[in-house]
């Protein structure tokens, strides 16, 4: 397959359409979708781990003046609706018996297994009634023994949350030759082990989650609005699986949508509950969640811990690597969330550099948590973080310099392509000169005099690097559908779902420069069941790849078509008719015909050749890709570390990052940086913390710390662009998911740096003052 | 329930308002100015950030009868018709957005920074803007936007 060079669209650092709705507060989320006569919604949320619900008394609350409806567990019992369904990749226990899928019910049923699930649905004429008819619903809970942490959820004696998951575990898992691996770690000078923590974390999208069913009795068809970033795979679990409504009478929509990183991508209890209650009152409901209510209920991501082993030899060279994980799924599977700490960490381990075996396993149990599915980068920033972790810590006890380390192991371009040890397609890049250009760009000239300057003030400087190896992922199919309006607008339809990305403005951008058409002409829309047939929505980084892929494979058929229009009105064979800058011509002719000239032609028969019909340039689409990408990179980053408090000043940071073809810098770089943003916060700040009766800690703005505008260091991104790949119509290789891949691994590498001379080679994230200053006290009195 | 009366972007109304009406609740569904958004329970994201008789205040901490009798600016105000206010500009120029739900009150905040301080420093967008949260774009371009911004604004 050749790459795909449009003459324009590509290369351009368009500004986005949508910013102008979006910069005036004319954007439209969900919380300003509003329904005529519309009734509101709240859930009431288990405020226990892990209890029996022995009775739940529902009637002084329905006596309250403007409560229309409740709804229980034991009222969903009587529904017959299904469970939420989980479509993990990985189903299979290694032994071949199937992972234990507990249901998942929209409403808890008789048992409560985490604080925050849904135990019942309060529909009322306003939000404060709601909330009052809440406090007037008396449950009797019932305390069981809990378990939040998944180390403590897999030993003998544990609190059993599900009979059918004997020992909490949902799953386990292996990936590589174990025997390989093993000689390899037989035959090395070293093996060097550490436990790390990947700590959890949440997407914390600016905009909460939030729903809006409509259901129109006449016709028994239903409207859902929804903050959701997978519209079409979600409505058919919704109504095929769940409710049983079947998808045509689920019209599924989402409006624009605040951020989501993968917190908005599974199927949750609310829609699902609204839409039942729009049905029971035959009126529209409106659901918005808040804060502290996102904190208990959206899916958290990350939370392994991991045992890493890395063998080299004398002189540094990298023999084997051995990876056993635990990953936390809470209380049950996710929409896809069990495949994120077995398949999904398991493809990048051991990253750009060559091994002899690789070896990785992972356990995934049961908690008393909510549960974990997808946040932005989904496994491979686990695995980035497990190999470059283990490279320094190895560094580190061995005396060597780490990144001389990656230079000597790092998988020479000649090596490619090449199957991983891991299975995954390595097709294309040049990992030593994006490492080389990253050290480059990092002003190492400059780092000595900056020491000077921080130890003069009391203060240790460390330098840490990074070199992630990921793959994209997410549907492999994407729909484009292009119509040619009436009034001479194009009307451009794909089933990727931005929440923030930009598509409105890249895949415009695109068939725009495809076709030689202006931008202002194209209406986009997305994320709407009714404007493609199929959509894969968001995850993976398959906005462009797929996405940007489709929008090109329906451009070049729409040219096709336009040139048998021109072949036919030029009399002349289509094979003559060549296509530039938004023109038709024949080669030494002067028959030229614009593409606008040929939309507004192909509506009349008589201009058409007899085997097209009107309406042919209107055009649809699917692409789907056979191999997944991959994206690379270099991270480095400088940080000044305060010893007396424990305070760390992220100073400086440079990536640079082969995505193979950028369609636009500016985006690109946006969606880096971003990834930092949320990597630094993983790695400095930001923690899911149940304590041990199974209570969430940290359940607010105020006490989970998201990056502020002066937690950032500036951040310098390039890009190594000479290696685009073929597994896709652009070249390009996924730009989403990058900046939190390599951003923690480099991150907490310069903090260890910095701290090398106490003698601290590893703190588990984040790295709050607290850890850093006991790090600091633990190891100079230990000596 | 008491009417209030209030100046929003120019143009005087008068409501009556619920005891525990908060301000951002009378903005979006009474006023349907929803531009100011709701991210947070706790007066921490800063996406309703309005301008309370000239100086900003995060309208979720604020009862709509406290604001009687205010001048109220809010994002829907800062154009001048068609025409998008210096720093609304300089956030599209900068990709200084990417969802977009914080960036009215991310706008907001700045526009207010930059009139306190016409030669506000990088240090001082920074610490300026510490009450507003962006998940998306990691501020750099914010921050390049309000710089640029500033300078559009100083004329």
Same mark, same amino acid.
């Given at each position: 397959?050749?790459?795909?060079v ?8 368009q500004r ?8 005036t507060?004319h ?9 005529e006569?519309?009734a509101y ?11 029996d619900?022995?009775s739940?008394?529902v ?8 409560v ?5 567990g ?5 529904t ?6 989980t479509?993990?990749a990985?189903r299979?226990f ?7 899928v507990?249901?998942?019910h929209a409403?808890?049923i008789d ?5 925050g ?7 009322a004429?306003t939000?404060d009634?709601?909330?009052d ?6 449950v009797?809970?019932?305390s069981l ?5 998944q180390?403590?959820?897999i030993?003998?004696?544990a609190?059993?949350i599900?009979?059918i ?5 949902c799953?386990d898992?292996e990936l590589?030759?174990?025997e390989?691996?093993k000689?390899?770690?037989a035959?090395a000078?070293h093996?060097?082990t550490?436990?790390m923590?990947?700590n ?5 999208p ?10 129109d009795?006449?016709t028994?068809?239903?409207t859902l609005?929804?903050?959701?970033q997978?519209?079409h795979?979600?409505?058919d679990t ?6 049983k409504?079947g ?15 993968g917190?908005?991508n599974g ?5 699902i509950l ?13 659901w918005i969640?808040d804060r ?5 209920s ?6 392994q811990?991991?045992?890493v082993?890395i063998?080299?030899?004398n002189?540094?060279?990298f023999?084997?690597?051995r ?15 069990s ?5 999904g960490s398991s493809?990048?381990?051991?990253g ?5 075996g690789i070896y ?5 149990p049961?908690t ?11 496994g ?5 973080y497990h190999?470059?972790r283990?490279?320094d ?5 061995l005396g060597?310099d780490?990144i001389e380390l ?31 250009e990253?050290i480059r760009?990092?002003?190492r000239e ?15 400087r460390?330098?840490?690097v990074c ?14 559908k ?8 194009v ?6 779902a931005s929440?923030?990305m ?5 895949h415009a ?7 030689g ?7 986009f ?10 959509g894969?929505?968001h995850?993976?980084?398959?906005g462009l790849e797929v ?5 090109t494979?329906?451009?070049r ?15 002349v ?5 060549e ?11 002067n028959?030229?015909?614009t593409?606008?000239?040929a ?5 009349d028969?008589?201009n ?9 340039m209107?055009?649809?689409s699917v692409?789907e ?12 980053c400088?940080?000044e570390?305060?010893?007396?408090t424990g305070?760390?000043k992220?100073?400086?940071y440079?990536v640079?990052?082969d995505f193979?073809?950028i369609?636009n810098?500016m ?7 971003g ?6 916060g993983?790695a400095l700040m930001?923690?899911?913390y149940y304590?041990?009766?199974g ?6 703005l105020?006490?989970?710390a998201?990056p ?7 951040m ?17 290789k996924?730009?989403?998911e990058a900046?939190?891949v ?8 310069a903090?260890?740096d910095a701290?090398?001379e106490?003698g ?5 994230m984040?790295l ?6 006991k790090?600091i006290?633990?190891?100079?009195a230990?000596g | 329930m008491?009417a209030i ?11 009556e308002?619920?005891a525990r009406?908060?301000?951002s609740?009378?903005?979006r ?10 991210g947070?329970?706790t ?10 008789d000239g100086k900003t205040v995060?309208? +979720? ?14 994002? =829907?105000?800062?154009? &001048?018709g @068609?025409?998008?206010?210096?720093m609304?500009e ?5 990709h200084?957005l990417q +969802? ?7 706008v907001?905040t700045?526009?207010?920074l930059? =009139?306190?301080?016409p &030669?506000? @420093? ?6 300026g803007?510490e009450?507003n ?11 390049d936007?309000?710089?640029t ?7």
């Amino acid at each position: 397959m050749a790459t795909y060079v449009a003459r324009n669209g590509i290369g351009e650092n368009q500004r986005r359409v949508e910013d102008v709705r979006f910069l005036t507060g004319h954007g439209k989320y969900i919380d300003d979708v509003n329904i005529e006569n519309q009734a509101y919604a709240m859930v009431l949320r288990s405020p226990e781990a892990h209890a029996d619900i022995k009775s739940i008394d529902v009637s002084e609350a329905a006596a309250l003046d403007g409560v229309l409806l409740i709804v229980t567990g034991d009222d969903w019992k009587s529904t017959g609706y299904d469970p939420i369904p989980t479509k993990s990749a990985v189903r299979t226990f290694i032994d071949g018996s199937d992972m234990k899928v507990p249901p998942h019910h929209a409403l808890a049923i008789d048992r409560v297994r985490y604080v925050g699930q849904p135990v019942a649905l309060v529909v009322a004429e306003t939000q404060d009634i709601c909330r009052d008819a809440m406090e007037l619903i008396e449950v009797d809970y019932e305390s069981l023994p809990s378990v939040t942490h998944q180390s403590e959820a897999i030993k003998e004696g544990a609190p059993q949350i599900w009979d059918i998951a004997p020992g909490n575990v949902c799953l386990d898992f292996e990936l590589g030759d174990e025997e390989v691996q093993k000689k390899a770690f037989a035959d090395a000078d070293h093996v060097i082990t550490l436990n790390m923590v990947n700590n959890r974390v949440t997407a914390t999208p600016m905009e909460p989650r939030g729903a809006v069913a409509d259901f129109d009795p006449e016709t028994g068809k239903f409207t859902l609005w929804n903050s959701s970033q997978n519209i079409h795979a979600n409505r058919d679990t919704i109504a095929d699986v769940v409710l049983k409504i079947g998808k045509e009478n689920l019209h599924h929509i989402a409006p624009d949508v605040g951020g989501g990183f993968g917190g908005k991508n599974g199927v949750y209890p609310e829609p699902i509950l609204i839409l039942h209650a729009a049905k029971e009152l035959k009126r529209a409901v409106k659901w918005i969640n808040d804060r502290s209510e996102s904190f208990l209920s959206d899916t958290h991501g990350r939370d392994q811990v991991s045992k890493v082993q890395i063998a080299l030899d004398n002189d540094g060279t990298f023999r084997g690597l051995r990876t056993e994980s635990v990953g936390n799924l809470g209380a049950f599977c996710g929409t896809v969330g069990s495949f994120t700490p077995t398949g999904g960490s398991s493809r990048t381990q051991g990253g750009p550099f060559k091994f002899d075996g690789i070896y990785y396993t992972a356990i995934a149990p049961f908690t008393n948590t909510c549960p974990l599915d997808p946040y932005r980068g989904a496994g491979r920033p686990e695995g980035s973080y497990h190999i470059d972790r283990i490279i320094d810590y190895a560094a580190a006890q061995l005396g060597m310099d780490p990144i001389e380390l990656r230079r000597k192991n790092l998988i020479p371009p000649e090596a490619l392509p090449m199957k991983s040890p891991m299975g995954l397609d390595i097709d294309c890049g040049n990992f030593p000169e994006v490492f080389e250009e990253t050290i480059r760009i990092s002003d190492r000239e400059g780092y000595a005099k900056r020491v000077e300057a921080s130890e003069a003030k009391g203060m240790k400087r460390g330098f840490g690097v990074c070199m992630y190896l990921e793959c994209t992922g997410g549907g492999p199919k994407e729909e484009a559908k292009v119509t040619f309006l009436d009034n001479g607008k194009v009307e451009l339809s794909v089933g990727t779902a931005s929440t923030g990305m930009g598509h409105e403005t890249v895949h415009a951008q695109l068939l725009a420069g495809h076709l030689g058409l202006a931008m202002e002409d194209i209406v986009f829309r997305q994320s709407d069941t009714d404007a493609t047939e199929i959509g894969g929505g968001h995850g993976g980084s398959r906005g462009l790849e797929v996405g940007g892929s489709a929008v090109t494979q329906t451009s070049r058929q729409i040219i096709e078509v336009g040139k048998k229009i021109a072949a036919h009105r030029f009399d002349v064979d289509a094979d003559k008719v060549e296509f530039e800058d938004g023109r038709f011509h024949v080669p030494g002719t002067n028959h030229t015909m614009t593409i606008r000239d040929a939309i507004d032609s192909q509506n009349d028969p008589d201009n058409l050749p007899d085997d097209l019909e009107p309406g042919c340039m209107n055009i649809s689409s699917v692409f789907e890709r056979g191999i997944i990408s991959i994206p690379n990179g270099g991270h480095a980053c400088e940080v000044e570390v305060d010893p007396e408090t424990g305070t760390i000043k992220v100073d400086g940071y440079w990536v640079v990052d082969d995505f193979g073809t950028i369609v636009n810098e500016m985006l690109a770089s946006g969606q880096v940086m971003g990834g930092i943003a949320q990597g630094l916060g993983q790695a400095l700040m930001e923690d899911i913390y149940y304590d041990e009766s199974g209570q969430l800690v940290t359940g607010s703005l105020m006490d989970y710390a998201l990056p502020r505008a002066d937690d950032m260091p500036r951040m310098v991104i390039a890009y190594y662009e000479d290696a685009p790949t073929e597994k896709n119509l652009l070249g390009v290789k996924g730009a989403g998911e990058a900046g939190c891949v390599g951003a923690p691994p480099a991150i907490v590498n310069a903090v260890c740096d910095a701290l090398k001379e106490y003698g601290v080679h590893h703190i588990d994230m984040p790295l709050t003052p607290e850890k850093v200053w006991k790090a600091i006290r633990d190891a100079k009195a230990t000596g | 329930m008491p009417a209030i009366t209030v100046r929003v972007n120019g143009l005087e109304v008068t409501k009556e308002v619920g005891a525990r009406t908060l301000l951002s609740t009378f903005i979006r569904e009474q006023l349907k100015l929803t531009g100011t958004h709701v991210g947070c329970d706790t007066s921490q994201c800063g996406a309703c950030v309005v301008t309370l008789d000239g100086k900003t205040v995060k309208s +979720c901490a604020v009862f709509a009868w406290e604001a009687d009798g205010a001048d109220i600016g809010t994002i =829907e105000g800062l154009a &001048d018709g @068609d025409k998008m206010h210096p720093m609304q500009e300089a956030f599209r120029e900068h990709h200084g957005l990417q +969802c977009g739900f914080c960036t009215p009150g991310m706008v907001m905040t700045a526009v207010s920074l930059v =009139e306190n301080n016409p &030669d506000i @420093d990088e240090d001082g967008i920074r610490h300026g803007l510490e009450g507003n949260i962006c998940r998306c774009t990691g501020y750099q371009n914010i921050i390049d936007a309000v710089k640029t911004g500033a300078k559009a604004m100083r004329g």
